[in-house]
């Protein structure tokens, strides 16, 4: 399992993930974490998922290796590189 610190806010995360073409699936709370916010991004007609996290003033990304699809690992390290 990947998982990577991010240094962005949720909302400049999610804005340079739509601008290389993710889609959000699904948007919903972390279980057990009130107020946190999680995400299931795609990109359209492939195969993968990235997930992003917001709790407690932090923002991660993390692919699990089964659901990469080729591109979510490094897609999440480009946006851990983002400052």
């Known amino acids: 399992m990947l998982v990577l610190e991010l240094e962005l806010t949720a909302k400049q995360a999610l ?3 739509r601008r290389r073409g ?3 699936q699904s948007e919903r709370q972390l ?3 009130t107020g946190s ?3 299931h ?3 359209a007609g492939r195969r993968g998922t990235l997930e992003l996290s917001e709790a407690q003033g932090r923002v991660w ?3 699990h290796p089964l659901r990469d699809g080729g591109w979510a ?3 999440a390290r480009d946006l851990s590189a983002i400052r």
């Open 41 to 43: 991004l795609r990109i």
């Open 15 to 17: 804005d340079a993930c």
């Open 31 to 33: 279980a057990g974490r």
């Open 61 to 63: 990304a993390k692919v």
């Open 73 to 75: 690992s490094d897609f």
């Open 22 to 24: 993710l889609l959000i």
């Open 37 to 39: 916010r999680h995400w």
